[in-house]
């Protein structure tokens, strides 16, 4: 099929609608002596609760702003039982290592819709996973605390001085060593599970023994610069650096090939930069500058032995000659014990004179030194050991019969990733970045399937979750509930996970679906239950707003936006005056309190909404009514095509989600997930059986629904569907 991409009209999953009357609006707000809490925001509360016929409203600056005081007033606590819907909306910043050892801000990811593969750490296996970016969203965020995280070990790239450190919001889960961590509760020297990966053990017996031969450590151009490791071979032996390589592929590395090898032709190698590993163990292999026999180094395996032969050894008739000329004597004979202990093969010092200088070799084989005789036994003993990890290339090192009846074993040199790093930290509390607004204005979230436990610039983050994240703060205990085939938390599993302990039921309206609302509103009347709605997606819905708490989001690309904002409807008019103190550190605006004036008696955020959202509210809402006939359109027009549609978004159920998100893709559609089930993380338990979740977690897709989406956009849409359904069924 041709695809005219060139020319081809882009329809975005989501996209914000700004009204020319919400433009002038904020001018008119700009030019005015008040930007914050001021007029605007009063009257946008007063002319929202109208539109929409309701009371008690209580702006505030975010969705999940709402849902805190919610559940402030709601009075959830410590051991109380929440049922919650498995599924809910994900937010994330920070910078992630890509599957090719590089690394990209999420900022630039979003930017750039970047859809290649990032390393992702799997919580269940303890394993490291490349999984593909799917998603991409940019979300603002204010009225935070920051926390400033160093890492011992991470020293700056370069010249630059001082550790690597990130910035982090108060309430970031971080994974340690004691599980996942909120960053306001880190505490000095927390193991911080780290980007950088530590050896595993074969890859610790390669490190070994290339250090034993031509491997070395070194700092960059200062002491404040990245440590490095590297190593070097002649360029015949090209296949065995590269086996090095493989065999260390968790770590960012550049190849060297240049200049000269020991007189002796062509280098060819690699350096290995930029992890806290090389840094580590430079304290162990080098003092005063020069190399040294670590004292943890208790023996020497095969592996180990025969990267050290490969690197500086050679054979000498039926000797296997090992060149430790780094090493001082008493080091050499430690080695020399080493190998007798560890090994069980005799071996000996004789020293030669090499450039003018003399030169320490360990002997395994025939001869006289010192009056100990070698035996030929042993070198044949080595040698046997050694050639199943010696590739074709340096296999002349080997005996002819050696050769032969010894091969080589290349999977020996799989070495697999080794497993995070965990560095201790130090934590600055309640700091702001130099340049807020050039950094941290704004957080950037990719979506990464199956598995979001994606690893950070340093260190691996959580994703965390609007809607549930605040209960384990409140240390509640969420029950996660089942779905329906719709999405919305289903009313059948809400009924048999009530208990007498059950303070609250939450009820998302997924993509403005209020399917299942008037049934639980009932069974809360019943129970004598709180029943709070997150209606981030409702607002043009036609049934909302009737719990006992109703959280509502204004956020950019949601169909009545204030750019970020959301607010609180509170069905008693005692927690509307107690709403609106605590959105401002427990002073009643409105009633022109000030800082000492009053006495404070319940502890408050910053909440508020400022006069510059409002202002947008209130363009908005002008052409409010025109946004909900268009989408009623667009609805009808995907339902004529079979699709359901909700108010925010339309939904598609399919056996082939990810082929058909790609070619949706190619002709110019973008489609996604944007939500995922909260259970694959351990803050909140890990993952846990939900027949239905089970059965649709990878067939849901959701589809274009907004303003900038036409009639013959849907139908486009539709019909790629069609013909994608079609050629499917024929290939198949």
């Known amino acids: 099929m041709i695809k005219f991409t060139h020319y081809m009209r882009k329809v975005k999953l989501f996209k914000p609608f700004v009204s020319w009357y919400a433009v002038w609006?904020?001018?008119?707000?700009?030019?005015?002596?008040?930007?914050?809490?001021?007029?605007?925001?009063?009257?946008?509360?007063?002319?929202?609760?109208?539109?929409?016929?309701?009371?008690?409203?209580?702006?505030?600056?975010?969705?999940?702003?709402?849902?805190?005081?919610?559940?402030?007033?709601?009075?959830?606590?410590?051991?109380?039982?929440?049922?919650?819907?498995?599924?809910?909306?994900?937010?994330?910043?920070?910078?992630?290592?890509?599957?090719?050892?590089?690394?990209?801000?999420?900022k630039k990811m979003v930017n750039q819709k970047y859809n290649g593969e990032v390393v992702s750490y799997n919580l269940k296996t303890g394993e490291f996973e490349n999984k593909k970016v799917i998603g991409w969203h940019k979300n603002p965020i204010a009225g935070r605390k920051w926390y400033r995280v160093y890492f011992e070990n991470s020293i700056v790239s370069r010249s630059q001085s001082g550790r690597k450190g990130v910035w982090l919001t108060e309430n970031h889960p971080i994974l340690t060593k004691r599980g996942y961590i909120l960053a306001k509760d880190l505490k000095k020297n927390d193991m911080v599970a780290?980007?950088?990966?530590?050896?595993?053990?074969?890859?610790?017996?390669?490190?070994?023994?290339?250090?034993?031969?031509?491997?070395?450590?070194?700092?960059?151009?200062?002491?404040?610069?990245?440590?490095?490791?590297?190593?070097?071979?002649?360029?015949?032996?090209e296949d065995y650096v590269n086996l090095k390589i493989k065999a260390l592929?968790?770590?960012?590395?550049?190849?060297?090939?240049?200049?000269?090898?020991?007189?002796?032709?062509?280098?060819?190698?690699?350096?290995?930069?930029?992890?806290?590993?090389?840094?580590?163990?430079?304290?162990?292999?080098?003092?005063?500058?020069?190399?040294?026999?670590?004292?943890?180094?208790?023996?020497?395996?095969?592996?180990?032995?025969?990267?050290?032969?490969?690197?500086?050894?050679?054979?000498?008739?039926?000797?296997?000659?090992?060149?430790?000329?780094?090493?001082?004597?008493?080091?050499?004979?430690?080695?020399?014990?080493?190998?007798?202990?560890?090994?069980?093969?005799?071996?000996?010092?004789?020293?030669?004179?090499?450039?003018?200088?003399?030169?320490?070799?360990?002997?395994?084989?025939?001869?006289?030194?010192g009056g100990k005789?070698?035996?030929?036994?042993?070198?044949?003993?080595?040698?046997?050991?050694?050639?199943?990890?010696?590739?074709?290339?340096?296999?002349?090192?080997?005996?002819?019969?050696?050769?032969?009846?010894?091969?080589?074993?290349?999977?020996?040199?799989?070495?697999?990733?080794?497993?995070?790093?965990?560095?201790?930290?130090?934590?600055?509390?309640?700091?702001?970045?130099?340049?807020?607004?050039?950094?941290?204005?704004?957080?950037?979230?990719?979506?990464?399937?199956?598995?979001?436990?994606?690893?950070?610039?340093?260190?691996?983050?959580?994703?965390?979750?609007?809607?549930?994240?605040?209960?384990?703060?409140?240390?509640?205990?969420?029950?996660?509930?089942?779905?329906?085939?719709?999405?919305?938390?289903?009313?059948?599993?809400?009924?048999?996970?009530?208990?007498?302990?059950?303070?609250?039921?939450?009820?998302?309206?997924?993509?403005g679906n209020n399917r299942g609302l008037k049934e639980l509103l009932e069974i809360a009347r019943e129970k004598n239950i709180i029943l709070i709605e997150d209606a981030a997606q409702a607002v043009i819905s036609d049934f909302w707003g009737k719990s006992d708490y109703t959280c509502v989001s204004f956020q950019a690309i949601k169909t009545l936006t204030t750019g970020d904002g959301g607010a609180l409807l509170c069905k008693k008019k005692d927690d509307y005056e107690k709403a609106k103190k605590l959105r401002w550190f427990g002073y009643d605006r409105e009633k022109k309190q000030k800082f000492g004036d009053v006495d404070l008696k319940d502890a408050g955020y910053k909440y508020h909404m400022n006069d510059i959202s409002a202002s947008i509210g209130l363009g908005n809402l002008k052409v409010f009514d025109k946004a909900v006939a268009h989408h009623r359109k667009l609805m009808t027009t995907y339902k004529e095509c079979g699709i359901t549609a909700y108010p925010w978004f339309a939904l598609l159920l399919t056996e082939k989600r990810d082929e058909l998100r790609a070619y949706l893709k190619d002709h110019g559609i973008e489609s996604g997930m944007q939500h995922y089930r909260n259970d694959i993380y351990t803050i909140f338990g890990g993952r846990k059986n939900f027949p239905i979740m089970d059965e649709i977690e990878n067939k849901y897709l959701l589809l274009p629904l907004h303003m900038g989406v036409t009639i013959s956009d849907v139908k486009k849409i539709c019909n790629l569907i069609k013909i994608f359904n079609e050629s499917s069924d024929t290939t198949a």
């Not at 609760?49 to 402030?72: I, M």
């Not at 819907?85 to 290592?97: G, M, S």
């Not at 509390?429 to 199956?450: F, G």
């Open 25 to 106: 609006n904020v001018i008119k707000t700009l030019r005015s002596s008040q930007l914050a809490e001021g007029p605007r925001v009063k009257e946008f509360e007063e002319k929202f609760a109208k539109r929409f016929g309701l009371g008690n409203v209580v702006a505030v600056n975010s969705g999940t702003a709402a849902l805190e005081l919610a559940y402030e007033l709601a009075g959830i606590g410590e051991g109380d039982e929440v049922i919650t819907p498995i599924l809910t909306c994900l937010y994330q910043n920070e910078t992630v290592l890509l599957s090719d050892g590089r690394k990209m801000s999420i």
């Open 194 to 237: 780290t980007s950088f990966y530590s050896l595993n053990d074969k890859q610790k017996e390669l490190f070994e023994g290339s250090m034993l031969g031509d491997g070395y450590i070194r700092f960059g151009r200062s002491d404040n610069s990245s440590c490095r490791f590297g190593f070097l071979q002649q360029k015949v032996n």
């Open 249 to 369: 592929n968790s770590f960012a590395h550049q190849s060297y090939n240049k200049g000269k090898y020991k007189q002796s032709g062509e280098a060819v190698g690699a350096i290995f930069r930029s992890s806290p590993i090389w840094n580590l163990e430079r304290k162990n292999w080098y003092k005063n500058g020069k190399k040294i026999l670590p004292t943890s180094f208790r023996e020497i395996t095969l592996f180990s032995l025969a990267v050290w032969y490969m690197d500086d050894g050679s054979r000498q008739g039926n000797s296997a000659v090992i060149c430790s000329e780094s090493f001082t004597l008493a080091d050499n004979e430690r080695l020399i014990s080493i190998l007798n202990d560890s090994l069980g093969v005799k071996a000996s010092i004789q020293s030669n004179y090499r450039h003018g200088k003399l030169v320490p070799r360990i002997y395994i084989g025939n001869g006289h030194n």
């Open 373 to 511: 005789i070698i035996k030929k036994a042993n070198a044949f003993k080595f040698f046997r050991m050694v050639a199943p990890y010696i590739p074709e290339s340096l296999r002349y090192k080997l005996p002819e019969d050696i050769r032969l009846n010894c091969p080589f074993n290349p999977k020996l040199w799989e070495l697999n990733r080794s497993r995070i790093f965990y560095d201790s930290v130090s934590v600055i509390k309640n700091k702001k970045p130099l340049d807020v607004k050039k950094h941290l204005n704004w957080v950037y979230c990719i979506d990464v399937e199956d598995n979001h436990n994606f690893i950070s610039k340093n260190i691996i983050l959580h994703n965390c979750t609007a809607t549930n994240i605040p209960f384990v703060r409140r240390k509640a205990k969420i029950i996660f509930a089942d779905i329906d085939r719709d999405l919305n938390i289903s009313v059948e599993d809400v009924k048999r996970k009530i208990t007498a302990k059950t303070k609250a039921i939450i009820f998302v309206h997924f993509g």
